[in-house]
């Protein structure tokens, strides 16, 4: 095992603090940072820690990818390390955003590639052939838009702003309530038809008055709905997106909640900090709510508008030996998260085993933890990361003092 150092992200919605905390770097930093990449990503891997020089995790692998993943993860995943750990922090909204499920993956990147769409091109949009559903589990309070809202609470919210042709919406959608009335409204707003430049404003403004004519303390129904499209409309004027937020589920995670989105789920983060598990792709389509290449023809071939509550993930823990499991469905990734800690009298303490025979990242998240196998020891704080190959002995995890909140990301059974 050896310490694994992250890779960090600079995008504009990022935070100048958490981050540089997080990592024991000089706070604040000078660019917003926005993602600390634990992966073995060719864009961006993480360094692993061997006798401290620092070697390149991607590199790490390819080297010797039956004893870095085991045999039979080598097989499948053709050598790479299916999945890429993160850590968000989001101080502003991210892109309104749905990634391909792997056929389109496939389909897309042979496609851009036969057009010439070089791999470096702001307007590329197919990065690689793979898919990539994401798993995101808060840290602190998580704020998100993920999934088309379900039909009747949706028309309920049209109506609640008391604008005409928002009315005249919520008619066309109440008189048709599955998936096409729920792509005919989404691509009349995100392909401007109708003029909708008008309509944003005169929704920021019903969202504001909305907001007003509230009573002392009293939450109206929809107060974080129109909370939401009144932020994202100072930030976006003239951007669909504003409009588009009324359709989708309006989530607040709590920290230890977790959120897994499935391919072709609209979705955009919001604000928060969150740890993030997704298949090892960087395949991105864009619908608003950013500077980046924006592809709406190509989001509507890849989008799921079945509407639905989005459930959020409560691990499934046993209790015993305080390990809880994110469920998703993936082959690519499993994520757990351990709450290790020491008796009041410390006299004893919760440990937890990783066996051989699988990868695993290792990240600290709070309190400090040491690791043990025969031979080998390393302490992580808060903010720390390792790096467990498949060649491993059986590690055990323990809290170096009172109490350790650590995140284990492994290759999925799914
Ligand atoms: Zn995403």
Redesign the pocket.
Same mark, same amino acid.
Request: aromatic fraction near 6%; hydrophobic fraction near 40%; proline fraction near 6%.
């Given at each position: 095992m050896n310490r694994l150092h992250g890779a960090i992200r600079s995008y504009r919605w990022g935070s100048h603090t958490v981050l540089a905390e997080l990592t024991g770097r000089p706070s604040p930093s000078d660019r917003p940072e926005a993602e600390l990449w634990l992966g073995a990503h060719p864009a961006d891997p993480a360094r692993v820690d061997d006798a401290g020089s620092g070697v390149s995790l991607f590199d790490v692998i390819s080297a010797d990818p039956h004893g870095q993943l085991g045999a039979t993860n080598a097989e499948r995943f053709r050598g790479r390390l299916p999945f890429l750990l993160k850590v968000l922090a989001a101080e502003e909204p991210l892109s309104l955003?749905a $990634?391909p499920n792997s056929v389109q993956a496939r389909e897309g990147f042979e496609r851009e590639d036969a057009n010439g769409v070089p791999l470096d091109s702001p307007a590329r949009n197919y990065k690689d052939d793979n898919h990539k559903p994401?798993l995101v589990v808060a840290l602190t309070k998580f704020e998100a838009l993920a999934g088309f809202r379900d039909v009747r609470r949706t028309v309920a919210l049209l109506r609640a702003l008391g604008v005409a042709e928002l009315d005249r919406c919520a008619e066309q959608l109440a008189a048709q309530t599955d998936s096409s009335g729920m792509r005919a409204l989404f691509t009349q707003w995100i392909t401007g038809d109708k003029h909708p430049a008008a309509l944003i404003g005169g929704v920021v403004e019903a969202c504001r008055r909305y907001l007003s004519t509230m009573c002392d303390g009293a939450e109206g129904e929809f107060a974080a709905e129109a909370q939401t499209a009144l932020d994202l409309g100072s930030r976006y004027p003239n951007d669909p997106g504003v409009l588009i937020s009324l359709l989708l589920n309006r989530i607040t995670l709590e920290p230890g909640e977790g959120l897994f989105?499935a391919a072709g789920n609209l $979705?955009a983060y919001l604000r928060g900090v969150a740890v993030e598990i997704m298949a090892n792709s960087d395949n991105?389509l864009r619908g608003g709510l950013t500077q980046k290449h924006v592809d709406v023809p190509e989001l509507l071939k890849v989008l799921d508008f079945r509407p639905a509550p989005m459930p959020v993930l409560r691990a499934n823990g046993d209790g015993r030996d305080n390990r809880h499991l994110y469920h998703t469905p993936e082959a690519e990734f499993e994520l757990t998260r351990l709450h290790l800690d020491t008796s009041s009298n410390g006299a004893s303490s919760s440990a937890a085993t990783l066996g051989a025979g699988a990868p695993r990242i290792v990240l600290c998240t709070a309190g400090s933890t040491v690791l043990s196998s025969p031979g080998a020891s390393l302490e992580l704080s808060a903010g720390q990361s390792a790096w467990l190959p498949a060649s491993n002995p059986a590690v055990t995890l323990a809290p170096a003092q009172q109490h350790a909140e650590v995140f284990v990301a492994t290759t999925g059974s799914g």
């Amino acid at each position: 095992m050896n310490r694994l150092h992250g890779a960090i992200r600079s995008y504009r919605w990022g935070s100048h603090t958490v981050l540089a905390e997080l990592t024991g770097r000089p706070s604040p930093s000078d660019r917003p940072e926005a993602e600390l990449w634990l992966g073995a990503h060719p864009a961006d891997p993480a360094r692993v820690d061997d006798a401290g020089s620092g070697v390149s995790l991607f590199d790490v692998i390819s080297a010797d990818p039956h004893g870095q993943l085991g045999a039979t993860n080598a097989e499948r995943f053709r050598g790479r390390l299916p999945f890429l750990l993160k850590v968000l922090a989001a101080e502003e909204p991210l892109s309104l955003q749905a $990634h391909p499920n792997s056929v389109q993956a496939r389909e897309g990147f042979e496609r851009e590639d036969a057009n010439g769409v070089p791999l470096d091109s702001p307007a590329r949009n197919y990065k690689d052939d793979n898919h990539k559903p994401e798993l995101v589990v808060a840290l602190t309070k998580f704020e998100a838009l993920a999934g088309f809202r379900d039909v009747r609470r949706t028309v309920a919210l049209l109506r609640a702003l008391g604008v005409a042709e928002l009315d005249r919406c919520a008619e066309q959608l109440a008189a048709q309530t599955d998936s096409s009335g729920m792509r005919a409204l989404f691509t009349q707003w995100i392909t401007g038809d109708k003029h909708p430049a008008a309509l944003i404003g005169g929704v920021v403004e019903a969202c504001r008055r909305y907001l007003s004519t509230m009573c002392d303390g009293a939450e109206g129904e929809f107060a974080a709905e129109a909370q939401t499209a009144l932020d994202l409309g100072s930030r976006y004027p003239n951007d669909p997106g504003v409009l588009i937020s009324l359709l989708l589920n309006r989530i607040t995670l709590e920290p230890g909640e977790g959120l897994f989105l499935a391919a072709g789920n609209l $979705h955009a983060y919001l604000r928060g900090v969150a740890v993030e598990i997704m298949a090892n792709s960087d395949n991105v389509l864009r619908g608003g709510l950013t500077q980046k290449h924006v592809d709406v023809p190509e989001l509507l071939k890849v989008l799921d508008f079945r509407p639905a509550p989005m459930p959020v993930l409560r691990a499934n823990g046993d209790g015993r030996d305080n390990r809880h499991l994110y469920h998703t469905p993936e082959a690519e990734f499993e994520l757990t998260r351990l709450h290790l800690d020491t008796s009041s009298n410390g006299a004893s303490s919760s440990a937890a085993t990783l066996g051989a025979g699988a990868p695993r990242i290792v990240l600290c998240t709070a309190g400090s933890t040491v690791l043990s196998s025969p031979g080998a020891s390393l302490e992580l704080s808060a903010g720390q990361s390792a790096w467990l190959p498949a060649s491993n002995p059986a590690v055990t995890l323990a809290p170096a003092q009172q109490h350790a909140e650590v995140f284990v990301a492994t290759t999925g059974s799914g």
